[in-house]
């Protein structure tokens, strides 16, 4: 049946030009969603997020533009000022992953994507590799219309890499095997061999086979290890 385009695939042509993507869809049952503003639990959520460099462009342009080099945390404003009116505009209350009390982003990729983590921590798409991340979710407090739980991906990409690149790469040595040693990490960044990850990006997350294609852009990759070394 055609017709009028329906309430997500309005919020999708609402986000693209700016680099944003439905990263997937999720229902809950009565109480397991995030607490709305009006006491309910949600029904129903979707995740907005950057696959490869797709933000960075309007991104750095904003940054250009607004004159907010120097002020904290840009890309968390940026998202805000993008994604909040889209929410208010849609019904649905919008969530972003800095913001206290954290909401539990990766278990919702994982239910809504079928993504799992990589021994990094961050989750690994099939085809994305380790280059996407969230920069929100819409919640709705009834489940809209032309609403469906996304497709999960099948498969998962670590499970058929015997290499693990990430795991012996690390110049810091912060990837072990039970995880990600964000201290190790952090006092590396702080001495001169840091210059390297800074530099060039993690060189961990730098060394998966997956996805490399859709690498983040140098520029992006330096202000993420920036903004990792003042945390
Ligand atoms: C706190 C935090 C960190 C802390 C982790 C401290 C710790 N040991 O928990 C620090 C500062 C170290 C960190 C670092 C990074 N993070 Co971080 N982080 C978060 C944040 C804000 C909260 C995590 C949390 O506790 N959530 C609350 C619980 C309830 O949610 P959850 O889904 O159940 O939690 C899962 C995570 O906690 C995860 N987890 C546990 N330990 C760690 C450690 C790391 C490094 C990661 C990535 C995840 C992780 O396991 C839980 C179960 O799945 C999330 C955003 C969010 N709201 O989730 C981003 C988030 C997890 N981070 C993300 C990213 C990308 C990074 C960095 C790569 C950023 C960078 N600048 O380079 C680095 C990782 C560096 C590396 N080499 O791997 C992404 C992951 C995207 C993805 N593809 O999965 C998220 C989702 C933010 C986003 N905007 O997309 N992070």
């Known amino acids: 049946m055609s017709g009028a385009p329906s309430l997500i695939d309005r919020i999708r042509a609402a986000l693209q030009p700016h680099g944003l993507f439905l990263r997937g869809s999720l229902g809950f049952d009565a109480a397991d969603g995030p607490l709305l503003p009006s006491g309910s639990a949600a029904r129903a959520l979707v995740l907005v997020g950057n696959l490869g460099g797709s933000l960075w462009p309007v991104f750095n342009r904003w940054r250009a533009e607004e004159g907010t080099r120097g002020a904290p945390d840009?890309?968390?404003?940026?998202?805000?000022?993008?994604?909040?009116p889209v929410?208010?505009?849609?019904?649905?209350?919008?969530?972003?992953?800095?913001?206290?009390?954290?909401?539990?982003?990766?278990?919702w990729a994982m239910r809504a994507e079928g993504?799992?983590?990589?021994?990094?921590?961050i989750l690994i798409h099939p085809a994305y590799g380790l280059w996407h991340g969230y920069r929100g979710a819409l919640a709705f407090e009834e489940v809209p219309d032309g609403f469906e739980a996304s497709e999960t991906v099948g498969h998962h990409p670590c499970?058929?890499?015997?290499?693990?690149p990430c795991l012996s790469t690390c110049p810091a040595g912060a990837i072990l095997p039970d995880g990600f040693q964000y201290v190790a990490c952090r006092t590396?960044?702080?001495?001169?061999d840091g210059a390297l990850c800074l530099g060039g990006?993690?060189?961990?997350?730098?060394?998966?086979p997956v996805g490399t294609e859709f690498r983040y852009p140098e520029e992006q990759l330096r202000f993420h290890m920036a903004a990792l070394k003042r945390l």
Do not use: E
């Open 74 to 84: 840009p890309l968390d404003r940026w998202s805000k000022q993008i994604i909040s």
């Open 159 to 164: 499970d058929h890499c015997a290499a693990k």
């Open 188 to 192: 590396f960044l702080g001495k001169r």
């Open 115 to 121: 993504l799992k983590p990589s021994p990094l921590g």
């Open 87 to 107: 929410a208010a505009d849609h019904g649905a209350t919008a969530f972003f992953p800095s913001d206290p009390p954290w909401q539990p982003f990766q278990q």
């Open 201 to 208: 990006g993690c060189v961990a997350r730098n060394a998966c």
